[in-house]
Every structure is written in C-alpha cells, then in structure tokens.
C-alpha cells in the first residue's frame, strides 16, 4: 500500500508494482485478492477515483487536467473509468458536490 501510495499517479500497471515487491503480478494478484478481495489494477484503480474525487472537490483543474495528473493520456477513457467506478461522469459528481456543499 505503501509503494501505491507513492506512485499511484503514474500511469504504472500491476507488473510496475509486482517488481518493486520482488514478485512476479500473479503472485501479487493473488495475495491482494485473498488479504483484500480486490485484483491489483482494481486497488490500483479505487486509489486513483479518490484522488480524482479530491480533485475536483478541491481544485478548479479541469477533467482532462485531473485525469493527465493521475496518469491518464486520454480525457475520454478517464472519464469512463471514473463512471464505471462511481457511476457518473466527473463532471456530474463535481457539479452534485457543489449543488450539495451549497
């Protein structure tokens, strides 16, 4: 948790992570999902959405300027990662955060 907590910002995969533990991914996988009940990109992922969440809660940067900033090249598939992982789009969490905060 450690090693994703420095470096969950770049755009770095299960094997990025497996090698810093001396592992091979399949091991990784299968230690993360029998402590956590999660696969590595999974823990990989939920890391960066809170992060984003942050984000736009705290900032005026924009999607695409939060998305590139946790290791997404392209503002499309991190808006679709972002909704899949928290059912609306950032925009539409963003704008139900400030509605709610004011």
């Known amino acids: 948790m450690t090693i994703l907590e420095e470096n ?3 755009p770095e995969g299960v ?3 497996a090698e810093k533990l001396f592992m091979s991914p399949k091991s990784l996988n299968t230690l993360t999902q029998n402590i956590l009940h999660q696969s590595v990109s ?6 960066k959405l ?3 969440k942050r984000l736009l809660l705290s900032t005026d940067k924009s999607i695409a300027e939060i998305g590139f900033e946790l290791g ?8 679709n ?6 059912g609306q789009t950032p ?3 963003r704008e139900e955060m400030k509605n709610m905060l004011s």
């Open 8 to 10: 969950f910002r770049r």
């Open 15 to 17: 094997a990025f992570y």
């Open 42 to 47: 999974e823990l990989i992922e939920t890391r």
């Open 50 to 52: 809170i992060e984003a």
């Open 72 to 79: 997404y090249s392209d503002k499309a598939y991190f808006t």
């Open 81 to 86: 990662v972002f909704k899949k992982k928290s």
């Open 91 to 93: 925009s539409e969490f």
